[in-house]
């Protein structure tokens, strides 16, 4: 928070990069995209997967730039009614005629909620709301990346079954329409039992780091940028 001295209450918009064997792939390009590469020294990426067309999510799309023009179409995967967003606000990204010679590209991939492939390994989605705007998470082998997240069915919380780290949204210690609380991310958690939860999609409302870590269960944790997980 602006308040604070501590580098981990200093929070950009929530992304998470995903690196095993020669693959890197981002989950969601908010507005702190370009940043974030930057500082990860990011310098080559698969894909970016999208939980949803929010603009905390997507407004980093144009900054795939750099990356386009040293690996050509980047993939994206998304629901269908994100990708058809997408292609509204980014035209001239999805644009296959009259391109300009400075835009970048991309290579889409529509998913549904089933498993598919990326790299060498078959991705699952967790399908959730939003208040009522469908968002999907992912469950890489060993980790689930869910977030903006308010309702999950008991059907989908058991593609989550033995987990070992989950990452889940709370936003605040007041409740939301949209996103899960403090109060109600506990209770997720409690439901899907991963070893470890890290919180994300955290706002200033929720508090000083420190302060909030000591209040919390001995394996939940809040998650801060440029926290590194290793499985
Ligand atoms: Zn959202
Ligand atoms: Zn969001």
Redesign the pocket.
């Known amino acids: 928070m602006c308040l604070s001295d501590n580098a981990k209450d200093k929070r950009l918009r929530v992304s998470v990069l995903l690196e095993w064997d020669d693959y890197t792939y981002v989950i969601d390009c908010g507005p702190d995209f370009r940043y974030q590469m930057l500082r990860t020294k990011c310098t080559k990426i698969d894909g970016i997967l999208f939980t ?1 067309e ?1 603009a ?2 997507t407004a980093g799309l144009d900054d795939i730039r750099p990356f386009f023009f040293k690996q050509g179409d980047i993939p994206i995967y998304a629901h269908e009614r994100v990708m058809n967003g997408l292609e509204i606000r980014f035209d001239y990204i999805f644009r296959a005629n009259n391109k300009y010679p400075g835009a970048p590209s991309v290579k889409t991939h529509v998913i549904e909620n089933k498993s598919f492939a990326l790299g060498n390994i078959m991705v699952v989605p967790i399908n959730g709301y ?1 208040d009522k705007l469908q968002v999907f998470g992912f469950r890489f082998n060993d980790i689930a990346y869910l977030t ?1 997240m308010k309702t999950v069915s008991d059907e989908e919380v058991a593609k989550l079954k033995g987990v070992k780290i989950l990452v889940v949204n709370a936003l605040r210690t007041e409740p939301h329409p ?1 996103h899960f609380n403090l109060e109600e991310a506990l209770a997720f958690i409690k439901r899907v039992a991963p070893e470890k939860a890290y919180l994300t999609h955290i706002s200033h409302m929720l508090g000083f780091h420190e302060d909030v870590q000591q209040s919390l269960p001995e394996n939940v944790f809040l998650a801060y940028d440029n926290l590194q997980l290793t499985l």
């Open positions: 949803h929010h905390d999510h939003h903006d949209s």
